[in-house]
């Protein structure tokens, strides 16, 4: 009998800490954004208010979830990701909380889709590449440009229910970057506790109105100047590339 599908659902303040960062660091403005393993949304709201202008799209292989996709992403689809196909390689970011039993097949099909100089993001422990065999093959062959570290314990399960002790990160692509000898790591600053939790499924906050209650503070995304900022703005990663032999 084949295992249910884990439903981890990443804290709305998490995702749009990692997303701002990536903004910051790369000075991106996507336009067409698909989130691979979408849940109910929470990254779809993140999307919309960092880059407004995109047009987004979802695949989430639970029925289930069909509504809230409709609500928070434009274009969505219930299928797995990494068997649906997609008709042309025309996202600029690819972002998503992949289970992980099958990160690395949805990070091979996501390179499928990818724009020449798009960027995926996946969150993942900070342990990929270093343990696993297929982890260490894929990282040797493909190597990230960066790692944003997130500093302390995520609640991916909701309040009350345990944080996950092990230590997580955001893991970025590019298409054409994909030649280095290593990457650069940032750790991101420390969220409050009541950020790295949720309540209400994040995606769904919607049904319970704009200002919902979640964790003990009234939110539905925090600021841009309450989610503190790794790096200064004019601040961009320089990367070494392997020389040429």
């Known amino acids: 009998m084949k295992a249910p599908y884990v439903r981890d659902y990443t804290p ?19 336009r067409l954004i698909l989130d691979p393993c979408a849940g109910s949304g929470g990254f779809g709201t993140v999307f919309r208010k960092l880059w407004p202008r995109a047009t987004t799209s979802a695949v989430e292989p639970r029925k289930a979830e069909a509504w ?31 289970p992980f039993s099958r990160w690395i097949d949805i990070l091979v099909a996501s390179r499928t889709v990818l724009k020449p100089k798009g960027i995926i993001v996946l969150l993942g422990l900070t ?26 314990t995520v609640g991916f399960h909701g309040k ?3 944080t996950d002790t092990r230590d997580y990160c955001w893991w970025i692509w590019h298409k054409e970057l994909s030649d280095y000898v290593f990457w650069p790591t940032f750790n991101l600053p420390r969220l409050e506790p009541e950020h790295r939790n949720w309540v209400v499924p994040p995606g769904r906050e919607s049904a319970y109105g704009s200002d919902v209650q979640i964790c003990g503070k009234r939110y539905l995304l925090p600021s841009p100047e309450r989610v503190p900022s790794p790096v200064p703005r004019n601040h961009s990663p320089r990367h070494r590339k392997r020389a040429s032999s």
């Open 127 to 152: 342990s990929w590449g270093s343990r696993s065999k297929e982890g260490v093959t894929l990282f040797k062959a493909d190597p990230p440009i960066a790692q944003l570290r997130i500093t302390a």
């Open 12 to 30: 709305t303040p998490v995702v749009y800490q990692g997303m701002d960062a990536l903004t910051t660091l790369f000075e991106i403005d996507p």
């Open 160 to 162: 009350g229910q345990g």
């Open 68 to 98: 809230w996709l409709s609500q928070n992403y434009d274009r969505y689809c219930t299928a797995h990701f990494d068997r649906h196909e997609v008709a042309t390689p025309s996202f600029d970011l690819i972002a998503a909380n992949p």
